[in-house]
């Protein structure tokens, strides 16, 4: 069963789609733009800490490299904060669609809302 709220599921989008959009144009440094200055990422490789990371990390990922999400939940665990649940799939040019789920939690702050931890899972 999926719960996610509509204006939930409007934030999460905005941020998700302007991350997608980095990274299919292979632009690490907007998709660390998205993320808090303190943002833990952890993606398939050892965990970071900060929009370095972040950036380090989407470069070393190969190019025409692209990525689809599919929402499957929101939670607000506080004002503030919106936490989002997607299965997300990763496709290549040279090897088979890597298929994951992501967790985030954005933070919203004057600038905006940002995401202060993203963890991948792979899947079975």
């Given at each position: 069963m999926n719960r996610t709220d509509a204006q939930d599921e409007a934030i999460l989008r905005d941020v998700l789609d302007r991350w997608k959009a980095a990274v299919d144009q292979h632009r690490p440094d907007r998709v660390a733009a998205?993320?808090?200055?303190?943002?833990?990422?952890?993606?398939?490789?050892?965990?970071?800490?900060?929009?370095?990371?972040?950036?380090?990390?989407?470069?070393?990922?190969?190019?025409?490299?692209?990525?689809?999400?599919?929402?499957l939940e929101t939670r607000r665990p506080t004002e503030g904060l919106l936490l989002g649940y997607l299965a997300t799939e990763f496709a290549f040019t040279d090897r088979p669609t890597l298929t994951v789920n992501l967790g985030v939690l954005l933070k919203r702050s004057d600038d905006g809302w940002a995401i202060a931890h993203y963890q991948v899972s792979r899947l079975p």
């Open positions: 998205l993320f808090t200055e303190d943002a833990v990422f952890q993606g398939l490789h050892p965990y970071s800490v900060g929009r370095a990371g972040v950036a380090a990390y989407y470069e070393s990922q190969p190019l025409g490299m692209t990525a689809e999400y599919r929402v």
